[in-house]
């Protein structure tokens, strides 16, 4: 075989490599990506016309409701959002709701959401059946985690100076009494 037989056969091996190469980093790299966002559950509650009360009046508990659009990516940033903050952060303190507002328009239009050709995401906050607030538009993580504990802060009871327990059989020591002072006399100077 001549030399440039040899050449030309392993120029088509090299590409040949290298295009399997290239097609096996895409599988790798960019297959998981995908599989993830199939992945990605919600474990947010979902919210209806029939246990919106329910829902948002659970007691002891900020509800963040994220009212969805189907194939909108704010709504999906949102959703990842909530996820991992909830995981991350809050636990039992926040309880996450989702409302798909196309099937449930009544819900919508009661948050205010009329157009949807401008829908930019939304949260709806809610404790104790009151409605403390919204964000609307913002998908920023670090604007909704404020936004969450501003409203957690709210939430939390103020205690008075005896908030220790009653317990049985003790007494508190109540202290000294504060003595009383009383300003000095001021002199009296004659002046001649």
């Known amino acids: 075989m001549p030399p440039e037989q ?33 992945m990605v559950k919600s474990t947010a509650v979902q919210v209806t016309k029939e246990n919106i009360k ?24 949102l959703q990842e959002i909530l996820e991992k903050l909830k995981q991350e952060k809050y636990g039992e303190k926040v309880q996450m709701a989702e409302v798909d507002i196309k099937k449930e328009p009544e819900i919508a239009a009661a948050a205010g959401l009329v157009d949807l050709e401008q829908f930019a995401g939304h949260l709806d906050f809610h404790a104790e059946g009151k409605k403390l607030g919204d964000l609307a538009g913002q998908t920023d993580p670090k604007i909704v985690e404020a936004t969450i504990d501003r409203y957690l802060a709210g939430l939390l009871q103020r ?18 009494p504060v003595l009383e002072v009383k300003p000095a006399k001021k002199p009296v100077t004659t002046t001649p």
């Open 159 to 176: 205690i008075d100076k005896n908030w220790l327990p009653d317990v049985p059989g003790m007494q508190r020591n109540r202290g000294q």
């Open 54 to 77: 329910e829902v948002q009046g659970k007691p002891g508990v900020l509800t963040v409701t994220n009212m969805r659009l189907d194939g909108n990516p704010n709504s999906k940033a």
């Open 6 to 38: 040899k050449a030309a056969w392993i120029r088509r091996i090299f590409v040949l490599v290298l295009l399997g190469t290239a097609a096996a980093a895409g599988y790798f790299f960019v297959m998981p990506e995908n599989l993830k966002e199939a």
